[in-house]
């Protein structure tokens, strides 16, 4: 199974940008996908999840109306649009897939399989 993020970068505050995931290896319709990421010195923290089923999108408080969550399964990919992003949301960002996950799954240890991260810096 491979897990491969894309799509990071430096962008100003206020900016956007668009990760990537692709995957390979795996059912992806029966996987729930989700974001993490992680600030230098801090723990890995949970971004936003979407089901397998397509339908049922969770987010952190820290992200909810900024940013957007979605999949094709055709592509076998997993996307999460940013928009208005602070240098707060400044880290790596993970991908993960955790096999017919429930709605809001938001705890690491319920994901099967990691990406290996893509960067994302905002500067102010």
């Known amino acids: 199974v491979q897990l491969q993020a894309s799509g990071g970068g430096l962008v100003q505050a206020g900016g956007s940008l668009r990760l990537g995931c692709a995957a390979s290896?795996?059912?992806?319709?029966?996987?729930?996908m989700g974001w993490f990421r992680q600030a230098p010195g801090k723990e890995r923290e949970f971004v936003a999840s979407?089901?397998?089923?397509?339908?049922?999108?969770y987010y952190a408080d820290s992200v909810k109306g900024r940013f957007t969550i979605s999949r094709d399964n055709a592509k076998n990919t997993v996307y999460l649009q940013m928009n208005s992003l602070k240098s707060e949301d400044t880290a790596v960002y993970y991908c993960?897939?955790?096999?017919?996950?429930?709605?809001?799954?938001?705890?690491?240890?319920?994901?099967?399989?990691w990406g290996q991260g893509t960067q994302v810096t905002v500067s102010s």
């Open positions: 290896g795996l059912t992806f319709s029966a996987y729930s």
């Open positions: 993960a897939a955790g096999r017919f996950l429930r709605s809001g799954a938001r705890h690491p240890s319920e994901y099967n399989y």
């Open positions: 979407i089901m397998w089923t397509g339908s049922g999108t």
